[in-house]
């Protein structure tokens, strides 16, 4: 008994909060019921499993039949239920007292439904804190899944790590099983015959990953129940004498642990590649190719990347979001309302990008926006207020204005720019833009090579970061690149060579230094003013002001810009709105598509229709303007290849001038 391998093996399932309703379903369909379908009929197999609490309320509204399989399952002892924040957050981008929150209510909905008291913790994203072990101490929890990752980098060796390993904080303690990263790559790739031979490797095999892989992942449905592999794989465990299915609870009752180990703040080792800036992730590639040359089995171990948080430093709009959060969960009201809404709003999956999906899903963007519109609803109620705060954390002042109708955020930091516009009604951000980032991935796009691994073996498939497809010429001829963030309001300098084609490829010339630094600002009783003494840098630098000032009513925001310059040549002034629509199919100016480009002279005031949201938004100034509008594209993959992704629409409104500018305008939503 004592020679056989014990299997601890677990299956994690996650759907971002209202993620669409059709993608949630495809997963039920190709993954998660017939994997359980499968499963039942293995009753001396034990595996582990962890549900987002929304997925698991999701799927028992709307999937009764695999609701039922599960605790059945469960009520038969085949599986144990591991908790984690209940809407699926980084636990350790969230305060406190919010994890604690959110794994009590997952232990409370696992409890009621399944009549388990969970011992065992999933680490969304394997994202690791030692200041979580206080937490999870504080909710029952005595034991967590880590990658092997985790401890490879903090000292250990790869043979080492077959069973758990306990780790402390603040007198608090926790048992820790690292994931095996091989037999993560072996399910469901390798044929079973291969896949079982890996585990035999082990004394103690430790498997736990998504169950997107059985079913969801390109090509994985057929290979895993068309041609049988998943029953396959459980009938050959059921027979094998040389392998025990254990469950991880039974593993740590009887079993103790290997040695105490104290872990860096890490998860996996792409997200953190994936953390990093472009140039620094290309860079972090090839360090690790010429260390390899030299220690082949110490990469892993002493080549790194950076930290998960660190996508707030390369995502402004992430950052944002974040901390917007944090605001909220600062001022929580005790309504169930709020609290449910701020739970939701921590989902992690906008908060990061790697190399799908994530951050850069308008969609998800806009639920997260949605939820924390109804927190500040319940904060603000009937209020009209400008509240000063440096919410994002990076030293500069962001103002607020709360009115009944909009909450609209201007930065300081940004050229006084807007950066946020909630409609309270609709629950939208009309400003929720994504800039358009360098991808160190975005290198492969002219790349096509066949996917050989596909073509010449039967035995096995590739897993989604092997896959590789062709690119069109669609997707090649709109990476483009942002030098400034896209937020509304933006200052450009420039001169007649400005044309909607150098606008759309952000590669027009500038000669100011007003679109991304920092302005000065004060409030007087009625405005909201942004200063800047900068300059035009035409042969030398010329001494420039900017003056910029809001006024916020009930529909609209006044504007007005009054710059003056010690430089004697003629320049055209751009000012830059970026804005977000659910839908840019069902925006119209006059009878032109958004999605279209527009390029009007000579016009004063215009307006758009959104049929989606039902709200006209007009704009209007005091001299005729030239008005270009151009739509947004951002580049990144899927499962199927790489997509463009429809973040915005960019507006130039560009007046020509010489010494000095002053023009007066007005932006307004209206209902339609």
């Given at each position: 008994?004592?020679?056989?391998?014990?299997?601890?093996f677990g299956?994690?399932?996650?759907q971002?909060?209202?993620?669409f309703?059709e993608?949630?379903?495809e997963?039920v369909?190709?993954?998660?019921?017939?994997f359980?379908e499968?499963?039942?009929?293995?009753?001396t197999l034990?595996i582990?499993?962890?549900?987002?609490?929304?997925?698991?309320e999701?799927i028992k509204?709307?999937?009764?039949k695999?609701?039922k399989?599960i605790?059945?399952?469960?009520a038969?002892g085949n599986?144990?239920?591991?908790?984690?924040?209940?809407?699926e957050p980084?636990?350790s981008?969230?305060?406190k007292?919010?994890r604690?929150a959110?794994?009590?209510k997952?232990?409370?909905?696992?409890?009621?439904?399944f009549l388990q008291?969970?011992?065992?913790?999933?680490?969304t994203?394997r994202?690791?804190?030692?200041?979580l072990?206080e937490d999870?101490?504080?909710c029952g929890?005595?034991?967590v899944?880590?990658?092997?990752y985790?401890?490879?980098?903090?000292?250990f060796?790869?043979?080492?790590?077959?069973?758990y390993f306990?780790?402390?904080?603040?007198?608090?303690?926790i048992?820790l099983f690292p994931i095996?990263?091989?037999?993560?790559?072996?399910?469901?790739?390798?044929s079973v015959e291969?896949a079982?031979?890996d585990?035999k490797?082990?004394k103690?095999a430790?498997?736990?990953?998504?169950?997107?892989?059985f079913?969801l992942?390109?090509k994985t449905h057929?290979?895993?129940?068309?041609k049988?592999?998943?029953?396959e794989?459980f009938?050959t465990?059921?027979d094998?004498?040389?392998?025990?299915s254990?469950?991880?609870?039974?593993f740590?009752?009887n079993e103790?642990?290997?040695s105490l180990?104290?872990l860096?703040?890490?998860s996996?080792y792409e997200?953190?590649e994936?953390?990093?800036?472009?140039k620094?992730?290309l860079k972090?590639?090839?360090?690790k190719e010429?260390v390899s040359k030299?220690f082949?089995?110490s990469v892993?171990?002493?080549?790194?990347?950076g930290t998960?948080k660190?996508f707030f430093i390369?995502?402004e709009?992430?950052?944002r979001?974040h901390?917007?959060m944090?605001?909220v969960?600062k001022d929580?009201l005790?309504s169930?309302?709020?609290?449910?809404?701020l739970y939701?709003l921590q989902t992690?999956?906008?908060?990061w990008h790697g190399?799908?999906?994530?951050l850069?899903l308008?969609?998800?963007?806009?639920?997260?926006?949605?939820y924390?519109?109804i927190?500040?609803?319940?904060?603000?109620?009937?209020?009209?207020?400008?509240?000063i705060?440096?919410?994002?954390?990076?030293?500069?002042d962001?103002?607020?204005?709360v009115?009944k109708?909009?909450?609209l955020?201007?930065?300081s930091?940004?050229?006084?720019?807007?950066?946020e516009?909630?409609?309270r009604?609709?629950k939208?951000?009309f400003q929720?833009?994504?800039t358009?980032y360098?991808?160190a991935?975005?290198?492969?796009?002219?790349?096509?090579?066949?996917n050989?691994?596909e073509?010449?073996?039967?035995n096995?498939?590739a897993s989604i970061?092997?896959l590789?497809?062709d690119i069109?010429?669609?997707i090649?001829?709109?990476l483009y690149?942002d030098?400034?963030?896209?937020n509304?309001?933006i200052?450009?300098?420039?001169n007649?060579t400005?044309t909607i084609?150098?606008?759309?490829?952000?590669?027009?010339w500038?000669?100011?230094d007003f679109?991304?630094?920092p302005?000065?600002?004060?409030?007087?009783d009625s405005?909201?003013?942004?200063?800047r003494e900068?300059?035009i840098?035409?042969?030398?630098?010329?001494?420039s002001?900017?003056k910029?000032?809001?006024?916020?009513?009930?529909?609209e925001v006044?504007?007005m810009?009054?710059?003056?310059?010690?430089?004697?040549e003629?320049?055209?002034y751009?000012l830059?709105?970026?804005?977000h629509?659910?839908s840019l199919d069902?925006v119209f100016?006059?009878d032109k598509?958004?999605s279209?480009?527009i390029?009007?002279k000579?016009?004063?005031?215009f307006?758009l229709?959104?049929?989606w949201?039902k709200?006209?938004i007009?704009?209007?100034l005091?001299?005729e303007?030239?008005l270009l509008?151009?739509?947004l594209?951002?580049?990144?993959?899927?499962?199927?290849g790489?997509?463009l992704m429809v973040?915005g629409?960019s507006?130039?409104?560009v007046f020509?001038?010489?010494k000095?500018?002053?023009l007066r305008?007005?932006?307004?939503?209206e209902?339609?």
């Amino acid at each position: 008994m004592s020679n056989k391998t014990k299997l601890l093996f677990g299956v994690h399932m996650h759907q971002p909060v209202d993620n669409f309703s059709e993608a949630v379903d495809e997963a039920v369909l190709k993954c998660y019921e017939p994997f359980f379908e499968v499963f039942k009929d293995y009753p001396t197999l034990k595996i582990a499993l962890h549900c987002s609490g929304w997925l698991l309320e999701y799927i028992k509204k709307y999937h009764n039949k695999l609701f039922k399989n599960i605790k059945k399952l469960s009520a038969n002892g085949n599986i144990e239920l591991f908790s984690a924040g209940f809407y699926e957050p980084v636990l350790s981008s969230i305060p406190k007292k919010d994890r604690i929150a959110q794994i009590k209510k997952l232990n409370k909905t696992i409890k009621k439904e399944f009549l388990q008291t969970p011992k065992g913790a999933w680490l969304t994203e394997r994202v690791w804190d030692d200041s979580l072990i206080e937490d999870f101490a504080k909710c029952g929890i005595e034991y967590v899944m880590v990658d092997d990752y985790h401890l490879i980098v903090s000292g250990f060796e790869e043979s080492e790590l077959q069973g758990y390993f306990y780790s402390e904080y603040s007198g608090e303690k926790i048992a820790l099983f690292p994931i095996n990263k091989a037999l993560r790559y072996a399910l469901p790739f390798k044929s079973v015959e291969e896949a079982i031979k890996d585990i035999k490797e082990f004394k103690n095999a430790i498997i736990f990953d998504d169950l997107e892989k059985f079913g969801l992942w390109p090509k994985t449905h057929e290979w895993v129940y068309e041609k049988g592999w998943l029953k396959e794989f459980f009938e050959t465990l059921k027979d094998d004498k040389e392998i025990q299915s254990v469950h991880f609870g039974e593993f740590y009752k009887n079993e103790k642990a290997l040695s105490l180990a104290y872990l860096q703040n890490v998860s996996y080792y792409e997200m953190g590649e994936w953390s990093l800036k472009s140039k620094n992730a290309l860079k972090l590639e090839q360090i690790k190719e010429e260390v390899s040359k030299k220690f082949p089995k110490s990469v892993d171990k002493f080549v790194k990347g950076g930290t998960w948080k660190n996508f707030f430093i390369k995502y402004e709009e992430s950052n944002r979001l974040h901390k917007r959060m944090i605001e909220v969960s600062k001022d929580a009201l005790s309504s169930k309302a709020f609290l449910d809404a701020l739970y939701r709003l921590q989902t992690n999956d906008v908060f990061w990008h790697g190399v799908f999906g994530g951050l850069y899903l308008p969609n998800l963007r806009d639920n997260a926006y949605k939820y924390l519109t109804i927190c500040e609803d319940i904060r603000y109620k009937d209020k009209n207020i400008i509240e000063i705060n440096d919410t994002d954390m990076n030293g500069y002042d962001e103002v607020k204005a709360v009115s009944k109708k909009f909450i609209l955020r201007f930065d300081s930091h940004f050229g006084g720019q807007m950066v946020e516009l909630l409609d309270r009604s609709k629950k939208f951000n009309f400003q929720n833009v994504l800039t358009r980032y360098e991808e160190a991935y975005h290198k492969d796009i002219t790349k096509t090579t066949p996917n050989k691994k596909e073509e010449s073996d039967k035995n096995s498939i590739a897993s989604i970061h092997e896959l590789q497809t062709d690119i069109d010429d669609d997707i090649k001829n709109a990476l483009y690149y942002d030098w400034y963030i896209k937020n509304s309001f933006i200052d450009h300098i420039s001169n007649d060579t400005f044309t909607i084609e150098n606008f759309k490829k952000c590669s027009f010339w500038e000669y100011g230094d007003f679109a991304n630094q920092p302005f000065e600002y004060e409030l007087n009783d009625s405005a909201i003013n942004f200063k800047r003494e900068g300059g035009i840098y035409f042969d030398k630098k010329y001494p420039s002001t900017l003056k910029k000032s809001y006024i916020i009513n009930d529909d609209e925001v006044e504007f007005m810009i009054d710059f003056t310059t010690t430089s004697n040549e003629s320049y055209k002034y751009a000012l830059e709105f970026n804005l977000h629509f659910a839908s840019l199919d069902k925006v119209f100016f006059k009878d032109k598509k958004l999605s279209n480009e527009i390029n009007i002279k000579d016009i004063k005031e215009f307006y758009l229709l959104d049929s989606w949201s039902k709200k006209k938004i007009i704009f209007s100034l005091d001299r005729e303007f030239e008005l270009l509008s151009t739509p947004l594209y951002t580049v990144s993959k899927s499962e199927k290849g790489y997509d463009l992704m429809v973040q915005g629409v960019s507006f130039a409104f560009v007046f020509p001038f010489s010494k000095s500018l002053k023009l007066r305008g007005k932006m307004g939503i209206e209902n339609v």
